[in-house]
């Protein structure tokens, strides 16, 4: 008799552990940014921008979804209440990569037009520019 | 030849500067949905949208994995089971403004858009109307809107498991700061 409490009281619990994990799963909070994740690509931005000009079929497939650390020129930093746009672009291109910072992801007082930048975000694909978000500024 | 190429350029030129075009990269669209069960939104600041003052035309362009959940798992059943973004990784509207004459985008005030077009969710094309407001402060000009989409009208089927948590109509909101170009 004895051993079946203890049986019915492990499965019980067990039964709570399992619930509770599955609780956590699925309401997991989205992460603000890739800071804590490593990058699966690592491209200049100009290159990852000719990758989706030349074929966006074949670079979204390749990037999208992926962790890409990208690196080049600011061309413009921008913000609204809760979200900073740092725009990567060479000056003689036409287009380049819009990578979006949550705004407690990023402190851009150093920041300027024309440094060099490393930005790693995940690629959501292409419109006029190739597009990542949840960013993360990369030493 | 050479005054040819002069020629071309300084068409393009005037054409460019009669054309008036307003772009915006970083516009802001994000969609509510409200049952009892749950509350579910999720915000898009990245679209892409060019006005054309001379003409009414009005584009958005928006990546699908752009929008953002507080919920990590709502995201991943966002894209991968209900809008399939790998599939169709972009959402589009391609339309006019219809009282062009009512709007003086020289002259600072808010003015009531009315706006008709193609609406192009999860590969599925429809015509839509709606009224939203052009705002210039200070020669700014931003693009509002606000209207009902039904994800049935676009071929989205959401499982009877979840039915009672998602809206039948989300409310989609549009908040778009263009700059000169």
């Given at each position: ?20 994990f ?8 989205a ?9 699966d690509?690592?491209?200049?931005a ?15 497939k ?31 291109d036409?287009a ?7 705004k ?7 920041l300027?037009?024309?440094?060099e ?7 959501t694909?292409?419109?006029?520019d190739?597009v990542?978000n949840k ?5 | ?39 579910i ?10 006005l ?35 599939k ?9 403004i219809?009282?062009l ?5 020289k ?21 839509i ?26 071929g989205?089927?959401?499982p ?19 700059s000169?170009?």
């Amino acid at each position: 008799m004895k051993k079946i409490i203890w049986f019915a009281l492990a499965v019980v619990l067990i039964g709570i552990i399992i619930g509770i994990f599955m609780w956590l799963y699925a309401f997991r909070k989205a992460d603000i940014s890739v800071a804590s994740k490593k990058a699966d690509i690592e491209i200049k931005a100009a290159d990852l921008l000719k990758n989706f000009t030349d074929n966006e079929d074949t670079a979204n497939k390749t990037y999208l979804d992926k962790v890409v650390l990208v690196s080049g020129i600011i061309d413009k930093i921008s913000e609204d209440s809760t979200s900073v746009s740092i725009y990567i672009k060479n000056p003689e291109d036409m287009a380049g990569v819009m990578c979006g910072f949550n705004k407690a992801a990023i402190d851009k007082s150093t920041l300027k037009k024309g440094d060099e930048i490393r930005i790693k975000g995940i690629c959501t694909g292409y419109l006029m520019d190739v597009v990542l978000n949840k960013c993360a500024l990369e030493k | 030849m050479k005054s040819k190429v002069l020629l071309v350029a300084f068409l393009a030129v005037v054409q460019l500067a009669n054309a008036q075009k307003y772009i915006a990269k970083t516009g802001h669209v994000w969609f509510y949905s409200h049952t009892p069960m749950e509350e579910i939104e999720a915000h898009n600041r990245q679209v892409v949208s060019i006005l054309d003052a001379s003409t009414g035309d009005i584009v958005f362009n928006l990546l699908n994995k752009s929008f953002e959940f507080k919920v990590a798992l709502m995201q991943e059943h966002f894209n991968e089971n209900y809008m399939q973004s790998t599939k169709f990784p972009k959402s589009t509207f391609k339309g006019k403004i219809t009282n062009l004459d009512k709007i003086d985008f020289k002259k600072d005030g808010t003015y009531t858009a009315e706006v008709t077009g193609d609406m192009t969710i999860h590969g599925v094309t429809k015509n839509i109307t709606t009224i939203g407001t052009i705002e210039i402060v200070n020669g700014v000009i931003t693009a509002k809107a606000k209207f009902k989409v039904i994800p049935k009208d676009y071929g989205i089927q959401i499982p009877q498991l979840v039915e009672n948590k998602i809206a039948k109509e989300m409310e989609v909101t549009v908040d778009i700061p263009y700059s000169a170009n």
